[in-house]
């Protein structure tokens, strides 16, 4: 259909974050105050999540996952953006596993639930998101090695998780009850991503005042 189509054609907004992590290696670049450092702390990065929003450190326990929210992000871009960049990391890391991240995608559009789930599953495949494999993750497969990757991955028990959350407007107070599912996961984010969804919003945006990113970030805890 009309989103698997758009899925496939702007499949490259998903290097948009990845390279937005990967380019804080590059001394050539320079990043406001602050900024560089705060990513370096991510497990993106291969970070510890820098104590995490709940103030015991977010990946101090194995069963806590440091969480992130993508914003207007159907059908997981930001999720595939964050999964090489983590990927990335671990393979050049001594770290024996992958950390555990959980991206939770939030939209306008609900219909994108589907989608969410498939590129999931299909950027589980493509990296070997297995925790069985965690401790081998620094062999790579051949080039001419054929692979069979499994036709779902256990997304409770694989290190990078995705899963679709529900409907979000960002025109709206964040207590509106179109954004019960972001309000919802405001106090355990550590990372809120947005791309596009801005953009395109912006008149809608001015209009409110901006009242969802003023609530969000009045409400979000500090260090997110």
Same mark, same amino acid.
């Given at each position: 259909?009309?989103?698997?189509?758009?899925?496939?054609e702007f499949f490259c907004r998903a290097?948009?974050?990845?390279?937005?992590?990967?380019?804080?290696l590059n001394g050539g670049y320079e990043f406001p105050e602050g900024w560089k450092e705060a990513l370096l702390e991510t497990p993106m990065l291969g970070g510890d999540g820098g104590g995490g929003s709940t103030g015991e450190g977010a990946m101090g326990k194995e069963e806590e996952p440091y969480s992130m929210v993508s914003l207007g992000?159907?059908?997981?871009?930001?999720?595939?953006?964050?999964? @090489?960049? !983590?990927?990335?990391?671990?393979? +050049? /890391?001594?770290?024996p596993t992958?950390?555990?991240?959980?991206?939770?995608?939030?939209?306008?559009?609900?219909?994108w639930g589907d @989608?969410? !789930?498939?590129?999931?599953?299909? +950027? /589980?495949?493509i990296l070997h998101n297995n925790n069985n494999n965690n401790n081998n993750h620094h062999?790579?497969?051949?080039r001419n090695q054929q692979t !069979?990757?499994?036709?779902?991955?256990?997304?409770?028990?694989?290190?990078?998780?995705?899963?679709?959350g529900g409907k979000c407007d960002i025109t709206k107070s964040i207590r509106d009850p179109s954004n019960a599912a972001c309000l919802a996961l405001v106090d355990?984010?550590?990372?809120?991503?947005?791309?596009?969804?801005?953009?395109e919003n912006a008149n809608s945006l001015r209009e409110s005042e901006f009242v969802f990113w003023r609530e969000l970030f009045e409400r979000a805890p500090g260090g997110c």
């Open positions: 259909g009309a989103r698997s189509g758009y899925a496939m290097r948009n974050l990845a390279d937005l992590y990967v380019d804080v992000g159907g059908p997981g871009f930001d999720y595939v953006g964050a999964a @090489l960049a !983590t990927s990335f990391s671990s393979y +050049t /890391s001594t770290t992958t950390p555990t991240i959980k991206a939770t995608i939030l939209d306008y559009e609900e219909g @989608l969410v !789930t498939a590129m999931a599953n299909s +950027t /589980s495949q062999r790579h497969p051949h !069979t990757p499994t036709a779902r991955h256990d997304e409770n028990n694989a290190p990078l998780q995705c899963t679709w355990t984010t550590q990372l809120w991503t947005c791309q596009y969804c801005v953009a």
